[in-house]
């Protein structure tokens, strides 16, 4: 077996335990189109995992996503469908969630499709990565009340020239860049968003069965 095909159901297989742990039965779709999880309720979950790779900040994880769909042919094999621009797959048309899951460190994001709609990656990173927890007001304003840029540095533990570029302007679109990564952190082990998915779901094959009798009594 591949290495990458291997990675990739060990994957699936360790969130389909996850799941298990937590009352949900996962069941396997013969032909992955978008899903690699279905639940008993219906609920879509595709899976992506990564090793983690080397950095000064913990290290990072970076889940590749698509650029495009697959379309099969009995002709020339397979290829992919040119009306899929790059970075314009619809991903919560195929699935409910993404469960990333990092290898390494065993954690686990659980990100609604929607969020990743036209993305062709997620990455996420260590646990200390200054960009990520970097105030800068804050720091604009230690600098106002007279502390020096050694102290701001010591303070929010960055290097002197990090406080220079804040200072400066010139951190600004860093900070953009990773305000999208601060989301998709905020979704680690947010398992029960399946859960309410799954609670949803079953209500309302509830009350389509109550509907039901009534129309037929």
Same mark, same amino acid.
């Given at each position: 077996?591949?290495?990458?095909?291997?990675?990739?159901?060990?994957?699936?297989?360790?969130?389909?335990?996850?799941?298990?742990?937590?009352?949900?039965?996962?069941?396997?779709?013969?032909? &992955?189109?978008?899903?690699?999880?279905?639940?008993?309720?219906?609920?879509?979950?595709q899976v992506?995992? $990564?090793?983690?790779?080397? $950095?000064?900040?913990?290290?990072?994880?970076? #889940?590749?996503? @698509?650029?495009?769909?697959?379309?099969?042919?009995?002709?020339?094999?397979?290829?992919?469908?040119?009306?899929?621009?790059?970075?314009?797959?619809?991903? $919560?048309?195929?699935? &409910? #969630?993404?469960?990333?899951?990092g290898i390494? &460190?065993?954690?686990?994001?659980?990100?609604?499709?929607?969020?990743? &709609?036209?993305?062709?990656?997620?990455?996420?990173? !260590? $646990?200390?990565?200054?960009?990520?927890?970097?105030? *800068?007001?804050?720091?604009?304003?230690?600098?106002?009340?007279? *502390?020096?840029?050694?102290?701001?540095?010591? =303070?929010?533990?960055?290097?002197?020239?990090?406080?220079?570029?804040?200072?400066?302007?010139?951190?600004? =679109?860093?900070?953009?860049?990773?305000?999208?990564? =601060?989301?998709?952190? @905020?979704?680690?082990?947010?398992?029960?968003?399946?859960?309410?998915? %799954?609670?949803?779901? @079953?209500?309302? %094959?509830?009350?389509?069965?109550?509907?039901?009798?009534? !129309?037929?009594?």
């Open positions: 077996m591949a290495p990458r095909l291997a990675q990739g159901q060990a994957g699936v297989y360790t969130v389909a335990a996850q799941l298990l742990l937590r009352g949900i039965n996962p069941c396997f779709p013969a032909v &992955d189109c978008g899903a690699d999880i279905l639940t008993d309720w219906g609920t879509r979950v992506k995992c $990564s090793h983690r790779r080397p $950095s000064i900040w913990g290290g990072t994880y970076h #889940f590749a996503l @698509s650029s495009g769909i697959t379309v099969y042919t009995g002709v020339n094999g397979y290829k992919k469908n040119p009306l899929r621009e790059r970075g314009s797959r619809t991903y $919560s048309n195929e699935c &409910d #969630f993404f469960a990333l899951w390494e &460190d065993n954690r686990f994001w659980i990100v609604p499709a929607a969020l990743l &709609d036209g993305k062709t990656a997620a990455i996420m990173v !260590g $646990s200390d990565c200054p960009w990520l927890r970097l105030d *800068m007001a804050a720091i604009r304003g230690d600098s106002e009340s007279g *502390m020096s840029q050694r102290a701001i540095a010591d =303070k929010y533990n960055i290097s002197q020239k990090s406080v220079l570029r804040v200072l400066h302007g010139k951190i600004i =679109k860093v900070n953009v860049e990773t305000g999208f990564s =601060k989301v998709l952190l @905020s979704y680690e082990n947010r398992w029960e968003l399946i859960l309410a998915e %799954e609670n949803l779901l @079953s209500e309302g %094959e509830a009350n389509l069965e109550v509907s039901a009798m009534a !129309g037929e009594v």
